[in-house]
């Protein structure tokens, strides 16, 4: 779907399909004809557009109108959801997600290493480069839909999800994340980091938190999106702080001892990050106890790296040819 | 200051101006009739850049493919309006700026009701960067652009497509200008109808606007073949050759054209397309790209099935491995950063490419040799004799290899066609042996040699 609409400049606007819609709802007893539709568009500027070929083709591919005998019919269901721009535009964004969903290269856009989090504002982001320039215009339809925004910043090139529609996200584009997470690479190296129990593990602490922090604060679930973060979780020391204090590292392990796989660059977080840096480790057995308190490290760094306490290891070197 | 604040603000400068007799008026065309308008000094705060002025089409819409659409309302857009306006022909503006500085706006600009500028962009960047002008000379359209983009876009068209101002432009814009007013008219007008208007406002014929319809199509193909969607400004300094390519493209396309005599598919008519934009990438121009294609079939590599298989083999083979730089698509300068990025795929490919020209042009120069043998032969010749033989490089056995491969090639050819040359040939050898030069440990040998030669001969008596 998205390499027939990769030519359009112009994939939209909600103005110009708030017009288009209640045009074929209030006429129903008129029949449409493409050709009536390209006039009613014709020597018009629309949100600074006046092409809008691409806008009619997405209508068709996420069947927001169909072709029936060669007359343009409204989807009926859609009918409902025009009482109001705003009403249109949140039902817009979650049928273009959902004709989406089975389109392969909507996760080359939306990646796991294309996103980020800013732990400060509590936003998901994700890079403005993910696009490219083939999808730049499904880019500029997101950020007309208030999708995403163009971060206030202009060195930084991210745009920031809405949390408005971050459900649309958790619910249609991140199970394609994760199962393309565990399909590839993060694959191999969740099993050899033995993190295959990881989320359940991240849910446990997320709870855990919010238990500690009375239910007052809003914890993040960095891990959620984002691989690389070198942590799984934002949260705070106690109710007072304003911005996250605490980043966790969420282990889980099996047995009496507690052990866990470090990753580089975890550890150079954990390095960085000092005493905001927390290493819990969850014994995946006692998960469902309901006193279980997990094991809390702070500044594992110095902690655990620089502790005998802890027998440590090397499992693998990178070795590589230099000749 | 926003749409409707500018539209009064405009509205009463010409309210201001309504029983002022000295006003300077001009004749422009609108709606198909000849009308007398004011010339009114409007406020340059009033005004707003237009992002699809011509002069800039191909920038913005670069810029806009990279980030986002450009709000020309906010302090920000404006700005990058205005860089784009001065980069697009910095000299000329320079001259310009010095012009108005001393004698003030010679030419008189059009504007919307509502400010936004359909002609005089650049000049109205200028008197910006001039602190002691603060308004603009222009026509007030009775329009928004909302209210009539067509009109605005004909009226546009016809002034900054005539023939002074072209010269200012870069040659990219017009293939865009005509593209973006066919996106406008042809789903009402169809496409006939679209390419005669723009046929009469940018007044050219219309085979002219057709030309420039299939050489924007080739360049849109190219960047999406690079990823560079939308990136027109890396098709700077390439027009040429896309003409020349969209040319090859209609002429060979669903035809078995004379120009390449042999059972030719649209898929190698693809294959062409394809290496002429990797040759385009590394801006191989005149004589030697159009060797790939152009002019009769003896003059090019496509014309000959044999030489178009083995010259578009070794192409793949020298650009399939290619390894390149990832695109950085927040780069804060784009261009010099594809720019660079097709540099470094050059560097990588210019050996290779330069040598499948040389080897594929010299067969194509034996195969016209082919019809003229006498010429063909004389060449090789002269081709031979021009080696010198005194070179130590010459004595290589890879080198001897190659002489005793003519020398038999030479010998089978007298073969074929005279036998009794070859006995002819060889009587003369063996008379311009000189025996005193056989190094002693060699008589042996040569006298086996010789032997084998009496027996021969009496064979062949016999």
Known sequence: MLKDLRKFDNLGTPNFFFELLTTLKDSEKQKWRIGDINQLFFNRVIDNHSVFEGCILLA??????IEVNGNIELDQKFENYLNSKNQMNDKFVERLFLSLESVNEIYEIFSSENFSQDIVYQSLQLKSSAFGFKYSNLKQLLIDFNVLKVHPTNEINNLIINTRYKKIFDK?????????????????????????YGEEAEKFVLKYEHNRLNGVKEIQWIAEYIVNAGYDIASFNTVQDEKPTRFIEVKSYEGESPYFFWSRNEMEVAKRKLTEYWLYLINRKKINQEDYEPLCIQNPSVEILKNAQWDKSIDKYKIMFNG | ?????????????????????????????????????????????????NKFNGRILSRTKSLEKQKHSIDVETDEGKAKIEQLLWESKEDRNKKTLSSISKFGQQRVGIITKDGIIIDGN??????????????????????????????????????QMGEDEKLGYNPIEKYLKAKTILDKLKPTIGEDEAIKRISDWMGEKTSKVREYLGVIDTMDEYLQTLDYDGIYTQLDGREDQFITLTNWINNYYNSESKKAGWAYSNLDVDELKSIAFDYIRVKYEGKEFRLLAHGLKENHFFGDK??????SLEHFDSTNEIKEIEINYDSPNLKSHLDDR??????KVKDSFKENVRKHNQKLQYNRAADKPGKGVQNSIDSFDSINKGHKNFSNPEVQDLVEKLGNNVFDSLNRTSPNRVLSHIVGLLEKIDISKIPEDEIDDAKKKVKKIQNLGYYLFK
Not at chain 1, 60 to 65: A, E, G, K, M, V
Not at chain 2, 342 to 347: A, I, N, P, R
């Open chain 2, 306 to 311: 044999n030489i178009w298989s083995s010259f």
């Open chain 2, 342 to 347: 097709d540099t470094k795929y050059k560097e």
């Open chain 1, 60 to 65: 068709f591919r996420i069947n927001l109108i």
């Open chain 2, 122 to 159: 650049r000049r109205a960047m200028l008197l910006n960067r001039i602190p002691e002008y603060d308004y603009f000379k222009a026509i007030i359209l009775p329009v928004t652009l909302e209210e009539n983009p067509i009109e605005i876009e004909k009226l546009e068209t016809t002034y």
């Open chain 1, 172 to 196: 249609v584009i991140l199970p394609q994340i994760k199962k393309r997470k565990i399909g590839i690479e993060e694959f191999k190296k969740l099993m050899e980091q033995q993190q295959i």
């Open chain 2, 1 to 49: 200051m926003n749409k409707k604040i500018r539209i009064d603000k405009i509205q009463s400068v010409i309210d201001r101006n309504k029983d002022n007799k000295d006003l300077l008026k001009q004749e422009i065309m609108w709606e198909d009739k000849l009308e007398s308008m004011a010339v009114y000094k409007i406020p340059l705060e009033y005004l707003v850049y």
